[in-house]
């Protein structure tokens, strides 16, 4: 019962009402009755006590949800009714009826009404009653406070479970940053499900046995075209149902699909952050040790490293009490990096967790077999199905039966179809994709007649229906069908159809794309491709998301969106690349050479480049609806360009070359200078890669334009692009060293960029786009105007460039230094396993020891990593890099001779009998070469800084480009040539007994000679001359000695210079010519740097005439 919360205080009110008025009477009678002055006393102290407790009692009966206290205040047995009782009483004796006259007035002011024992009755009973209403105030504030609590425990666990929920949506949200969707896969796969299809599976022993299992694990195992993946599918989707229906069990369901289709999918990493993000996302509590790996991530700024991932797992699989682990298509992992899969695999099997169970599908390939094998050894509970025989051929029949009720089966006679369902089943081999490929084949002709002929001649084997759609290929399409082939065999991730449609049109030479190929639609491409070759899938989400898989469903060739990057297009199988590759391909004009393939991707990449470079901005100012394929080039060539090998270096160097003067308007035979005079920024951002290498000419092309390649920076840095230049910094440089110490960096460089100030924002992290190693570091002009009106496009919400001078964020990937993987693995490891300190103390100045020990700690934790993958020469690479370069970068010691000889005697010290120091002392060498290559890049950097002021001030002369194009080449050949020839001198100190001392002088004389030619004749092409003006050096002005140089040309172009330019030329191209021929005649590898060596002192000699 709800009471009126008023009568509770009503009563306590009357109560103390009634008090003060008996102590009112009481104070008179005090004074006019002096025999009972000590009861009136004793009575009154008693009464005015009890107004405090009364006063409390009112307090707590004004106060919300106190229902028990009205009850026991209203309560006319309960204290205050006693009371209340009690105090009328007194009232009325005080106030007893006057006695009349004069005289009974004077008697009754003279006379106390109590008498002593009724004083000592009544104050004990206000006493005892006190007693009792003050015990149950006791009792009802403890109460409250007890419900106080209990409300702040609850609101305290609320605030906690809110706090929980956004770590939760902040570690989902790291781990699934960048990862692929799996659900994408598997929607595919449930749209090929047909009802009762798998059933066997669903309902055989040895799946139900596997689930109830601790720890077990299985393989579902099949030839290509069985239908494993959605089988695949099937399994899923039983287990998800299993887990709603056991309510009282804590269980979860994690899966990933790989596919040859997709790059992304066929990483390690993707996978196990798929797999930690579905059980993050469903675990209740979450673990220390997660939430400590995404704090070491820098708050999930950086992506955790494997190892790390398998630790997150086992913490996690313990709150659970199933996990279902399930991956599909193991086998379309890439077959020479397969090892590293199998290990994870075995490393997820040997966590030993009784909640753990583990299904792979593939096919039966022998490594994978032997793998598994292994795993049922070691773990136990290892089991396998065959997706084979009956069980295969029953599916098929239901399949069957399903398709040929549909349309556009449906007007078919039932006799045929029984027939064709007996023909097609008894022939299939086990083979679902073979069935569904003949049956869309009959589906498409017109007549009883027709199909029965063509069931005579149905392919027996998927290889015979592949030769099939080849031979119907028409010959006018067989140029772009190759062309087409090629991407999809071998792109980063599946293109979309305007994509696919815009790359079989790029050429390696110029034009390198000429507009008007471009098809009038572009799916037209769809119907040059064979059917049965492709997939087409519609997306309603972007790749990689995590917050809905869209409704992705698979099409028929026939289907069109108006959204022209909404459909993608990718190999219908791995069957049809495993035949592509192969040489049972019938027309043996389709069959992919993969290297052949891979070097036409990689220069159509290059090439597209330069049409975006010399193509006019665009009049939607958005290039990448303009040029289609521009965001796939920008975000995946450096995974092209890493497929250069030793062999290509030759050619890509020549296409870098090419590519790099077309982008400049300039054409070194002829001598003519062309029209285009896009911006250049001359002195970049120092990249650690070799310089002239193709990496770094795409590196300085992408920052020439004259309009933003704005959308990447919305899909990678998730800001807004408010810089004047955008620059990108090696990924290393970002997470191992402090922001302050990039800042400074940028500082010391700010004036080569042409700019005084700059405004300094760096965006740390991994994002969608850096698939490079790359991080993103934005400059803004420290300029109000441009401030200005950036702020001003930013309100008006537009998605336009906001500057015009803008530079589009392009990945730099770390480059490979002149092939020396197996040199730098060697290297780090031997400085990891030795002791840091004494390097430490020996290579680096004491002032910089801590900076040495960060770089050998991140050089370490490199080394750690990798012994956990099976990539450790790739990591130790980047290790070694990052060593080397850095350092030099950063000019944080000048490791000269001296301290060169006491390196390498500390080594021999800690490896007196070991053969390891002698890779470790070439890599110390090649970092002090590098460091004297530094005084020849000095001076080019001179240059480079004259030159670019002259392209700002001088608008309409145009003799700078000619002399930019020998800036150019002498970079890109010059640092390979004294390389080559560095390695040819200490080959011959090493193999052939030559004097150290002797050779490695006249080297180094080489040198001097070489760069001190580059600048006497680089004066002579600038006509800068240093003693031209009082004061000498030191008066120079570049912008203003340049300015004047060039107004005093000739109109026409210095014939001393083409000369110059054309004898580099020959010079250039004889090396290149002798060098080719050098290696068809040698077939060892060890004697390509001897060979390559010789001919770049050769080349040297003749640069310097000597």
Same mark, same amino acid.
């Given at each position: ?87 009328? /009483?007194? /009232? ?19 006379? =106390? ?31 409250? +406070? ?16 809110? +706090? ?245 089966? /449906? ?50 084997? @998927? ?62 491409? @769809? ?43 990718? $190999? ?7 035949? @592509? ?73 020549? $296409? ?102 700059? $405004? ?187 030159? =670019? ?58 040198? /001097?000679?070489?760069?001190?030619? @580059? ?92």
């Amino acid at each position: 019962m709800i009471m009126d919360p008023l009568s509770g205080v009503a009563s306590v009110v009357a109560v103390v009402q009634l008090a003060q008025l008996i102590c009112g009477v009481l104070k008179e009678y005090f004074h006019k009755v002096r025999e009972a002055r000590a009861d009136i006393d004793r009575m009154f102290t008693t009464i005015k006590s009890l107004e405090r407790i009364l006063a409390q009692a009112e307090k707590i009966a004004k106060r919300p949800h106190t229902n028990d206290v009205e009850i026991f205040l209203v309560d006319l047995s309960g204290p205050i009714g006693q009371l209340k009782g009690e105090l009328d /009483r007194i /009232r009325r004796r005080l106030e007893a009826p006057s006695l009349k006259g004069r005289l009974g007035g004077l008697v009754q002011s003279l006379r =106390w009404p109590f008498r002593n024992k009724e004083v000592e009755k009544s104050v004990q009973i206000i006493e005892q009653h006190k007693s009792t209403l003050s015990a149950n105030l006791g009792f009802q504030i403890l109460d409250f +406070q007890i419900n106080h609590f209990d409300i702040v425990t609850s609101i305290q666990q609320d605030i906690k479970h809110a +706090q929980d929920d956004r770590d939760r949506k902040l570690l989902v949200r790291w781990l699934a940053d960048s990862v692929p969707d799996p659900s994408r896969e598997h929607n595919a796969a449930r749209n090929k499900y047909e009802e009762g299809t798998g059933s066997w599976l669903i309902d055989s022993v040895e799946l139900r046995s596997w689930s109830s299992t601790s720890n077990s694990f299985l393989w579902l195992s099949g030839g290509p075209g069985a239908g494993k993946s959605m089988l695949c599918s099937t399994v899923i989707e039983s287990l998800k149902a299993r887990c709603r229906w056991q309510k009282h069990s804590i269980s979860v369901v994690a899966y990933w699909y790989f596919s040859f289709a997709s790059k992304e999918t066929q990483s390690i990493s993707n996978f196990l952050c798929s797999i930690a993000r579905d059980l993050c996302s469903k675990v209740s509590t979450m673990p220390k040790v997660v939430e400590d790996l995404w704090s070491d991530a820098n708050n999930g700024q950086q992506r955790p490293s494997v190892p790390d991932l398998l630790n997150m797992l086992r913490a996690l699989l313990p709150n659970f009490n199933h996990a279902f682990l399930v991956v599909d298509a193991a086998d379309e992992y890439p077959k020479t990096q397969r090892g590293c899969l199998l290990r994870t695999i075995q490393s997820l099997s040997s966590l030993n967790m009784e909640c753990l169970h583990l299904l792979v599908v593939s096919r039966p390939e022998a490594d994978i077999h032997r793998s598994f094998k292994e795993i049922g050894r070691i773990a136990g509970g290892f089991r396998e199905i065959k997706v084979q025989g009956i069980r295969v051929q029953r599916d098929i029949e239901k399949y069957l039966d399903h398709i040929l009720r549909s349309t556009p089966f /449906r007007n078919w006679n039932p006799g045929e179809k029984r027939e064709i369902k007996s023909i097609l089943t008894s022939q299939a081999d086990d083979m679902f994709r073979l069935v569904s490929l003949q049956l869309e084949r009959l589906g498409t002709l017109p007549s009883r007649a027709k199909r029965r002929e063509a069931l005579k001649m149905l392919p027996k084997s @998927l290889d015979d229906f592949y030769h099939g759609l080849l031979e119907g290929v028409n010959d006018d399409n067989l140029g772009v069908l190759k062309k087409a082939l090629n991407w999809l065999l071998l792109s980063a991730r599946p293109l979309t159809v305007a994509e696919l449609a815009e790359a079989v049109i790029i050429s390696p030479d110029r034009p390198f794309l000429d507009p008007e190929e471009r098809f009038d639609d572009e799916h037209y491409i @769809l119907a040059i491709l064979p059917g049965g070759f492709v997939r087409i899938l519609s997306e309603t989400s972007d790749r990689g998301n995590f917050e809905g898989s869209g409704a992705e469903e698979e099409n028929d060739k026939s289907h069109r969106n108006p959204d022209r990057f909404s459909l993608t297009v990718q $190999l219908a199988h791995q069957s049809v690349k495993d035949y @592509l590759l192969s040489t049972r391909v019938a027309r043996q004009e389709f069959r992919v050479d993969r290297i052949s393939a891979c070097n036409m991707l990689k220069e159509a990449c290059m090439a597209y480049f330069v049409y975006v470079a010399q193509a006019p901005p665009p009049p939607t100012q958005d290039p990448f609806h303009e040029f289609a394929l521009l965001r796939y080039v920008s975000t995946y060539w450096p995974y092209h360009m890493a497929g250069v090998k030793r062999h290509d270096e030759v050619l890509v160097q020549y $296409l870098a070359v090419n590519i790099f003067q077309n982008s400049l308007g300039v054409s070194l035979e002829q001598g003519v200078i062309g029209d285009n005079k896009g911006y250049f920024l001359a002195n970049e951002l120092r990249f650690p890669c070799s310089r002239g290498s193709p990496c770094e000419q795409c590196a300085r092309l992408s920052l020439r334009r004259q309009w933003a390649l704005r959308p990447c920076l919305d899909d990678c840095i998730g800001s807004q692009l408010d810089s004047r230049h955008h620059f990108l910094v090696p990924d290393y440089l970002m997470s191992h060293f402090a922001k302050a110490n990039v800042e400074q960096f940028v500082a010391r460089n700010a004036s080569s960029w042409g700019t005084k100030y700059f $405004l300094i924002r760096m965006d740390w992290g991994y994002r969608k786009f850096l698939t490079a190693e790359v991080v993103a570091l934005t400059l803004r002009s420290d300029s109000e105007m441009g401030y200005q009106y950036c702020q001003t496009v930013l309100q008006e919400g537009s998605r336009l460039a906001l500057l015009r001078k803008q530079s589009p964020p392009l990945g730099i990937p770390l480059a490979a230094m002149d092939d020396m993987q197996y040199i730098y693995s060697q290297y780090i490891q031997d400085i990891v396993q030795s002791d840091l300190a004494e390097y430490v103390s020996v290579a680096y100045p004491e002032q910089e020891t801590d900076f040495a020990e960060r770089l050998l700690g991140v050089i370490s934790s490199y080394y750690d990593a990798s012994r956990q993958m099976d990539n450790e020469s790739e990591l130790l690479r980047r290790a070694l890099e990052m060593h080397v370069t850095s350092v030099i970068l950063e000019r944080k010691f000048i490791l000269d001779t001296d301290s060169l000889y006491q390196v390498q005697d500390h080594l021999h010290q800690q490896y007196p009998e070991q053969s390891a120091p002698i890779y470790a002392q070439r890599q110390i060498k090649l970092a002090f070469f590098l460091l004297q290559q530094q005084r020849i890049i000095k001076v080019l950097k001179d240059w480079g800084n004259m030159m =670019w002021a002259i392209n700002s001030s001088i608008s309409k002369d145009k003799e700078w480009a000619l002399a930019f194009s020998v800036f150019v080449t002498l970079i890109l050949v010059i640092d390979k040539i004294i390389g080559a020839a560095y390695y040819f001198c200490e080959g011959r100190i090493k193999y052939h007994g030559y004097q150290v001392g002797l050779e490695r002088a006249e080297f180094q004389k080489l040198v /001097r000679l070489t760069q001190r030619e @580059l600048f006497d004749r680089c004066k002579e092409i600038f006509h800068w001359k240093f003693k031209t003006r009082k004061g000498g050096k030191a008066a120079c002005n570049p912008i203003r000695d340049g300015a004047e140089a060039f107004q005093s040309m000739s109109k026409s172009v210095d014939l001393n210079v083409i000369r110059f330019v054309k004898d580099l030329q020959n010079i250039v191209g004889d090396f290149e010519q002798d060098v080719r021929s050098y290696r068809s005649s040698r077939q060892d590898m060890d004697s390509e740097y001897t060979d390559a060596g010789r001919l770049a002192l050769i080349f040297l000699n003749d640069f310097l005439g000597r």
